[in-house]
């Protein structure tokens, strides 16, 4: 099993920006994909970003340009940097692993608590 833990959400301004990290801990070699997803209330889980171990990167289309994953392998952790953030940007955000390639939600097997992010207008 991993345990994750994210940090860095909070409240800031239409146009500003937050640095997302989580860090893994426990059976992280078993990692094949990270994932950073998001929930607002009412609404389903739905992908953010992905990075694939040695793979490719996706984005859901909303948040390209301006949302970068990163990982890093010797610290175990996985950074989602968000810049220009929007109102609608305001969610329970979530990192999770898969052990597999992490494609869709339900591949995903271990996730954080999840930090809230508001975006005020």
């Known amino acids: 099993q991993v345990r994750l833990v994210e940090s860095g959400g909070g409240l800031v301004q239409s146009g500003g920006s937050l640095r997302l990290s989580c860090v893994a801990s426990g059976h992280t070699f078993s990692i094949g994909a990270f994932g950073w997803y998001r929930q607002v209330p009412g609404s389903q889980r739905e992908l953010v970003a992905h990075?694939?171990?040695?793979?490719?990167?996706t984005y859901a289309d909303d948040v390209k340009d301006r949302f970068t994953i990163s990982r890093d392998d010797a610290m175990n952790t996985v950074d989602l940097q968000m810049n220009n953030l929007k109102p609608e940007d305001t969610a329970i955000y979530y990192c999770?692993?898969?052990?597999?390639?992490?494609?869709?939600?339900?591949?995903?097997?271990?996730w954080g608590q999840g930090t809230q992010v508001t975006v005020s207008s």
């Open positions: 990075i694939r171990i040695g793979g490719p990167i």
């Open positions: 999770a692993s898969s052990r597999g390639p992490g494609r869709t939600l339900d591949e995903y097997d271990d």
